[in-house]
C-alpha cells in the first residue's frame, strides 16, 4: 500500500512537472515571446494613467506655436535637414522677436519631464501621448520659461512654456521632436540614424 502511495505520488509529481512546463510554454507562446512581456512592463506605468484619465488619450493634434496651424511661424531647420532629429520653430519677425511666446502641447498627455538640463538643450518639456493605441512623445526644447511639472495631465493647446534661446546660445526657437520610440534618452537632436523620431509637421498634419 505505501509503496503504491509513492508511486502514485511519483505520477502525481511527474503530472504537475509537465503540466507547469505545458503551461509556460504556452503563456511563452501567447505572449509571443521574452522580449514582448518586458515591453508590456514598460508601458504599464502610461496604460494605467490613461486608463484611469481617458480624457487625455489624443484624439488629435496641433501645431506647438501660433496654434493651430504654426501661423505666424516658419520651420527654420526642417526634420533631417543636417540630420536634424526635429523641427526649429521661429517667429516671421526673425531674430529674437519670438522669444518669451507661448508654446502649446501638441496633443492632449502627461507631462513626464519638465527640467533645465543645460548645454545645448536648456529647458526641456516631455510629453507622453496615448494615441490609436500607440505611444508617442513630443519634446520642447530650449525654452525660456517651463510653465508646467512633471505628472501634470494636460490637454491639447495647454499653453507648456515659453519660447526660449537656451541661455543665449541660440535667436530664440523651438526645437520640437516627435517619437514613436518614448523611451529614448534626450539625445543630441541631431543623429544620421533618426530611428525612434518621427518627422514631426507631418505627424501633426497627418494626425
Ligand atoms: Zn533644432
Same mark, same amino acid.
Given at each position: 500500500m505505501y509503496r503504491l502511495l509513492l508511486i502514485s505520488n511519483i505520477i502525481l509529481v511527474?503530472?504537475?512537472?509537465?503540466?507547469?512546463?505545458?503551461t509556460y510554454f504556452a503563456s511563452d507562446l501567447n505572449t509571443n515571446n521574452r522580449g514582448f512581456i518586458i515591453t508590456q512592463n514598460k508601458y504599464h506605468k502610461y496604460d494605467s494613467i490613461f486608463k484611469n484619465n481617458p480624457e487625455f488619450i489624443?484624439?488629435?493634434?496641433?501645431?506647438?506655436?501660433?496654434?493651430?496651424?504654426?501661423?505666424?511661424?516658419?520651420?527654420?531647420?526642417?526634420?533631417?535637414n543636417n540630420n536634424h532629429l526635429g523641427d526649429d520653430w521661429n517667429g516671421v519677425g526673425g531674430g529674437n522677436t519670438d522669444l518669451g511666446d507661448p508654446i502649446y502641447s501638441i496633443g492632449h498627455g502627461y507631462v513626464?519631464?519638465?527640467?533645465? *538640463? $543645460? +548645454? @545645448?538643450?536648456g529647458n526641456v518639456i516631455r510629453i507622453i501621448h496615448q494615441y490609436q493605441g500607440k505611444y508617442y512623445e513630443s519634446v520642447y526644447a530650449?525654452?525660456?520659461t517651463i510653465n508646467?511639472?512633471?505628472?501634470?495631465?494636460?490637454?491639447?493647446?495647454?499653453?507648456?512654456?515659453?519660447i526660449g534661446n537656451a541661455g543665449g546660445l541660440y535667436y530664440a526657437h523651438l526645437h520640437l521632436e516627435i517619437r514613436?520610440?518614448?523611451?529614448?534618452? *534626450? $539625445? +543630441? @537632436?541631431?543623429?544620421?540614424?533618426?530611428?525612434?523620431?518621427?518627422?514631426?509637421?507631418?505627424?501633426i498634419k497627418n494626425n
Open positions: 511527474c503530472f504537475l512537472y509537465k503540466n507547469e512546463s505545458e489624443s484624439k488629435s493634434f496641433d501645431f506647438p506655436v501660433g496654434k493651430p496651424n504654426a501661423k505666424g511661424y516658419y520651420n527654420a531647420q526642417k526634420f533631417r513626464s519631464f519638465a527640467e533645465n *538640463i $543645460g +548645454g @545645448g538643450w530650449h525654452c525660456n508646467v511639472q512633471k505628472g501634470d495631465l494636460i490637454k491639447k493647446g495647454a499653453m507648456v512654456g515659453t514613436d520610440n518614448i523611451f529614448m534618452d *534626450i $539625445g +543630441g @537632436g541631431y543623429a544620421e540614424d533618426p530611428t525612434g523620431y518621427l518627422d514631426p509637421t507631418k505627424f
